[in-house]
C-alpha cells in the first residue's frame, strides 16, 4: 500500500507564508534534546499558565484533544512507562508511553521487523504540559505565534500529553519525520497494519480542515484494539470518530480498553536503588544515592531544571545540596504519602534551587542534609 503525498497542500504551505520554514518544521514534532535542554535553562522566562485553560481529563483511551479541546494542565499520567533502547531512536535516552500503549507498541515494532523487515522506533510520545509550553514557547520565538499557532500545538492541545501517542520513525528514514516517508513501503505496512495493534492514524491526508494539522504518516494514537477494529470499519477518521465518541453517539460503542495497572516505577527520582544500573532508565547520568539515602534513591545532576513527573511517581525539583553540587530530588506528594510527603526514610523538607531562583519542599533523607555520595 502507499499513501498520496498532499502536494497541493505543501505547495500551499509555501506559498501562505513567504517567511515560514520548510513545511515539515511546522508539524506538531518534538525539539532535539538539546534545543530542549537550552530550552528548560529559560524555562523562568515563560509563562505556561497562559495556555492552562483545558478541561479534558486524559485518563480515557478515546478522550477527546484538539486545537479546540484541551487537556488540563495538570493532567500526567499515572502509568508512563520508559521505552527500552530497543524501541526508541538513538539519541532519545528517555522516551514514555503508558502502559498499555507500551505493550501494543513493542507488539506492533516486532511484527514490523518480521513482516516488513523494518525497525520501527519511537522518535517522540509523551510530552508533558510543561515540556509542549516549552516547546511551543521555542517555536513562536523563532517563527512568530501566528506561525506557530498554525502548525504547532499549544501546551494542553497536545495528543503527545496523553501519553498514548507515538512519533513513529526508522533509520530508513534517517530517524526524520518527514511527509515523504508515506511514499514508502514501509509507511505502507505502518499504516495497514497499525490498527491490528490498537493504533489507529491521528492526522491523514486531506483532512487538515477537520485536524487541524498538515498530514503526519509517523503520529499514531493508541485507542485500544476493539476502538480501532471500529474505527477502522467506519468511513471516518479518528478526530472524528473520537468527536462522535465524546459527544455519546448511539451509533458506536466507542469500547474503552481496560489499562493495566503498574505499580510505582522504581527508576525515576526518588526511587529505591542499589546501583547505578538500577537508574539506568534516567540516562547516562543517572546515579543511585546510597550513603544516607534508605533503600537508594535514583538521580541525576542538574542546574535548574529536572525530568519531569514519568510513571507513578512524584513531581521533580532541581535542589542544592551541599559543597556545591544539584541533585535531582522528589517533591513531596502528600495524595500518595497522606503522613509524611515521602517515602520511608524521607521526609518533607524545605530545598532551594542551586542558583536560589525558587525553593520547593523535597522528599530528603529524615533529619539530614547529606553529601552526594554514589555508589557505581
Known sequence: MRIALPLAFAACLAACDDAAPPPSAGHDTDLPPEVLADAEQKADQVDCR?????????????????????????????????????????????????????AAFEALTSAALVEAGVDLRARSAYRSFREQCLTFDFKVRENGLEHADRYSARPGRSQHQLGTTVDITAEIWDWELEPEMAETAEAGWLATNAGRFGFALSYPAGQEDLTGYAFEPWHFRYIGVEAAAELAASDLILEEYLRACAAGDAGFACPEEPQPAVPVNQEFIGGACATDADCASLGPDALCLVEDHPGGYCTVPCTRGCPDRAGNNQVTFCHGEREGEAWCRSKCDFSRFPEAGCREGYTCLDGERPDGSARADVCRPEGQLPDAVTEG
Do not use: F, H, I
Not at 479546540?68 to 535516552?93: I, K, N, T, V, W
Open 50 to 102: 497562559q495556555y492552562d485553560d483545558g478541561q479534558v481529563d486524559g485518563a480515557s483511551l478515546l478522550a477527546l484533544v484538539n486545537k479546540q479541546d484541551a487537556l488540563r494542565g495538570s493532567y500526567a499520567p499515572a502509568d508512563l512507562l520508559p521505552l527500552g533502547a530497543e524501541l526508541r531512536m538513538p539519541d532519545r535516552p528517555v522516551v514514555l508511553l503508558r502502559a498499555g500503549a507500551r
